[in-house]
Nanobody, 120 residues
Framework: QVQLVESGGGLVQPGGSLRLSCAAS????????MGWYRQAPGKQRELVAT???????NYADSVKGRFTVSRDNAKNMVYLQMNSLKPEDTAVYYC??????????????WGQGTQVTVSS
């Protein structure tokens, strides 16, 4: 009922910056939280950064000080500004949302993922 579409991934050199965007569409009553996860080859999917409706944020230790998650609630958008990128940041990045599709129903949704490659 809720669709998430990521954009902004690509190839960037170490130390560079990249900005990811995610748009939520469909039957949305409200969005409790939105954020980003990533999965590198051979590794588990891990939390990168999330932001809830109250403004609270949660960052992985590995990205603190380098990444910033932000939301535009009116547009149902979430962004991930990634600075000082490292090769270790290479992964598929997935948009995530916890959203109400009705007054008494909430579910977790995932985007299809966007590839981020940090390499010289």
């Amino acid at each position: 009922q809720v669709q998430l579409v990521e954009s902004g991934g690509g190839l960037v050199q170490p130390g560079g910056s990249l900005r990811l965007s995610c748009a939520a569409s469909g039957t949305i009553f409200s969005i409790v939280s939105m954020g980003w996860y990533r999965q590198a080859p051979g590794k588990q999917r891990e939390l990168v950064a999330t932001k809830n409706s109250g403004g609270g944020t949660n960052y992985a230790d590995s990205v603190k000080g380098r990444f910033t998650v932000s939301r535009d609630n009116a547009k149902n958008m979430v962004y991930l500004q990634m600075n000082s990128l490292k090769p270790e940041d290479t992964a598929v990045y997935y948009c995530n949302a916890l959203a109400y599709s009705d007054y008494n129903r909430h579910d977790e949704y995932w985007g299809q993922g966007t590839q981020v490659t940090v390499s010289s």
